[in-house]
């Protein structure tokens, strides 16, 4: 097992970090670049994707013949982890979710034609996209094998009926990935459809009010009314659509913690830089033997995050689906995340609770950490 990283993923990290320092940590900042829903505006964000471009960082995550990098797994951790010391991160370098994990199922699973219609817009940037597969209850949320949307067969198209719940970025997607029921087989009674926005008989209800700050696009709920989408839209075939969700959501929920890793490094960056500069009792609060066990406890969780991370990540490289390896860095992360935001605005006390840092923003957003993409207890 060899986590060496090369020296072109070490000068690629390096790049990175810099165009963060210099380029998105300052728009994070200012907050008029915000919009309503606490993420990047539209203006800023596409002022920062065209400099992530010029220099090269574009879609870290895809082969050089889709307009990527072509990075693997491990130097995807890499650069993640890189990228998301800001909060507006990946957006930038177009390795957000839903978007992320979207695309990279696409790339290795659409046909030439599939990829060229639904794929590459994503891949430039000028649309985003969704996955459609949770259901609010009685339908699936973790258990795929409860799905109450239908798509029955109509000549040679398919004709969808249901709802979908939750569903990351929809109000802002044009391309959607949908899973719905084609039969009542537990193993091939599910099957991946692609339809557009402007397809008929389909509606957002609502965009669904959260405690945390917002993906671009929201969390909707959607319903379907017969939706037609015709059988050259069905990715792989009929009834193999849980291979596609397993194929997608195995490699989403390790970028999820890629990304996670370098959020909880920002929050001990916070709390170590305040906690050096502010004094009581005319001591600094870093010569505190109690802070430095809470900054010593948060950078021993990160790198056992890490180590996780990469384990799985040299896994999925070597061809294996790693399913208990990201499992288990799925929970250490999710769980890390929290507490770093947590610990770091316990050290930074009434500042952190303020806006005046991004504390609370990752405090908020922690909290669906332990629950997108899979529970901790699943």
């Known amino acids: 097992m ?15 970090t810099r165009f963060v320092d210099r380029d998105v940590l300052p728009v994070e900042a200012d907050r008029s670049t915000w919009d309503p829903h606490e993420n990047i505006g539209d203006e800023a964000l596409q002022t920062l994707r065209r400099k992530a471009r010029q220099e090269g960082l574009w879609c870290l995550q895809l082969s050089p013949e889709v307009g990527g990098l072509g990075l693997g797994k491990i130097g995807m951790a890499v650069c993640y982890e890189a990228m998301n010391r800001s909060i507006f991160g990946p957006v930038v370098f177009n390795s957000a979710a839903p978007d ?22 994503i891949a430039d940037g000028g649309v985003r996209s969704a996955f459609a597969m949770t259901e609010p209850a009685p339908g699936s949320g973790s258990d795929p094998g409860m799905m109450q949307t239908w798509a029955r067969r109509d000549g040679d198209d398919y004709l969808i009926e249901g709802k979908k719940w939750f569903i990351t970025g929809a109000e802002g997607a044009a391309h959607f990935i949908l899973i719905a029921r084609t039969s009542e087989d537990a193993r091939r009674g599910h099957t991946a459809f692609l339809f557009h926005r402007d397809d008929p008989r389909w509606e957002i209800v609502r965009r669904i009010p959260i405690m945390g700050p917002e993906e671009h696009g929201g969390h909707c709920e959607l319903q379907f009314n017969g939706l037609r989408i015709p059988k050259e839209n069905i990715l792989l075939e009929e009834g193999h659509g849980l291979k596609v969700t397993q194929t997608r959501l195995g490699p989403a929920r390790l970028t999820h913690c890629m990304r996670w890793l370098g959020l909880a490094k920002r929050c001990v960056e916070i709390a170590s830089e305040y906690a050096v500069c502010r004094e009581g009792f005319g001591v600094r609060l870093v010569e505190r033997e109690s802070v430095q066990m809470m900054l010593g406890d948060l950078a021993m969780q990160i790198e056992v995050g890490r180590m996780l991370v990469m384990k799985a990540a040299w896994e999925i490289d070597r061809g294996g689906f790693a399913q208990r390896e990201v499992s288990m860095a799925k929970i250490q992360v999710a769980n890390l995340l929290s507490k770093a935001a947590d610990v770091a605005i316990q050290i930074n006390g009434a500042r952190g609770y303020s806006k005046d840092t991004i504390l609370e923003w990752v405090y908020r957003y922690a909290r669906q950490a332990r629950l997108v993409d899979g529970a901790d207890e699943v």
């Open 2 to 16: 060899d986590f060496t990283i090369s020296p072109e993923i070490a000068a690629l990290r390096d790049r990175i």
């Open 100 to 121: 992320d994990g979207n695309m990279m199922v696409l790339e290795k699973l659409g046909t030439a034609v599939q990829k060229a219609r639904w794929l590459a817009p």
